[in-house]
């Protein structure tokens, strides 16, 4: 399989690494491509022995399967660009926020194989929550080639269109809510006297902890709390003061505003 990548960036880079790693793909079955003013991208990416260039079609040219990560502004520009060199042979997954399907059907020829994908940044360490949504025209092996991929950074699962801007702000957003999280739990222990390095990799690995007992235990978020918090016990008192914080009003909003934008920015 070639793989091709229409940006550089450091999504893209999470998603090379995650492929090379994994052994699903080889460096030198990779190229990726960006703007001559962004070569320093390029220089970054070299290292994983990838090919660059800074031609858009010669990555169409190359490539089997040709994943969009640019810039959602830029998505429309860069398919019309490349869209004579696009054949049937070619998959087009796009990891572009809030750009639709539709939107990138139009830009491409007719029965173009398309589909739209949101990982997340623990692509990093092969820990992606992905999600994907099929085109109009995909061919019977797209789905196990799309679920090869991206169960190669992580764990993924197809989800309707109209889902994926939501899916956005919760998975494709959550990691930067969670690390907010992490480094404030390290401050109230570094507050109460713990060495900071001590204190992170504590909290990192509750956190992670606790995401792997919902994953695995099947319990309820809230069955699993009660479990922690004894009565008259520091956990339900820790419990009321986030309560009276606004702690889970403000991960809910978080969720709606950023869904919200994902959408709005497709629309550029």
């Known amino acids: 399989m070639r793989i091709g990548f229409l940006g550089a960036g450091k999504m893209a880079g999470a998603i090379m690494r995650g492929f090379i ?23 970054k990416i070299t290292k994983l022995g990838v090919v660059t260039t800074h031609e858009n079609g010669r990555v ?29 042979q070619n998959l087009i997954i796009s ?25 997340n940044i623990p692509a990093l360490v092969r820990m992606s929550a992905s999600v994907y949504s099929l085109g109009n025209n995909v061919l019977d092996g797209d789905t196990d080639i799309v679920q090869k991929l991206l169960r190669s950074i ?11 801007d939501i899916a956005t ?15 404030s739990l390290a401050d109230g222990a570094v507050k109460m006297g713990m060495p900071r390095a001590q204190a992170l990799r504590l909290a990192s690995q509750a956190v992670m902890g606790s995401a792997k007992l919902v994953l695995e235990s099947g319990e309820h978020p809230d069955s699993l709390k009660d479990d ?15 309560e009276l914080s606004g702690f889970r009003s403000s991960l809910i909003n978080a969720v709606e505003v950023a869904a919200t934008r994902a959408k709005e920015l497709g629309g550029v």
């Open 154 to 164: 992580g764990y993924c699962e197809e989800i309707s269109e109209s889902l994926i």
């Open 60 to 88: 169409v040219k190359e490539s089997n399967v040709v994943i969009v990560c640019t810039k959602p502004n830029v998505v429309r520009k860069v398919l019309t660009e490349v869209s004579s060199k696009v054949t049937r």
């Open 169 to 183: 702000g919760l998975s494709g957003s959550g990691p930067a809510y969670i690390f907010t999280v992490i480094q």
């Open 228 to 242: 922690v918090c004894s009565p008259g016990g520091c956990t339900i008192y820790a419990m009321h003061s986030l």
């Open 21 to 43: 790693d994994s052994g699903v793909a080889e460096a030198k079955h990779i190229i990726a491509s960006c703007p001559k003013q962004d070569h320093g991208l390029l220089e």
């Open 95 to 119: 990891v572009a926020l809030g750009v639709t399907i539709k939107t990138m059907e139009k830009a491409l020829p007719e029965n173009t194989r398309v589909i739209r994908v949101m990982p």
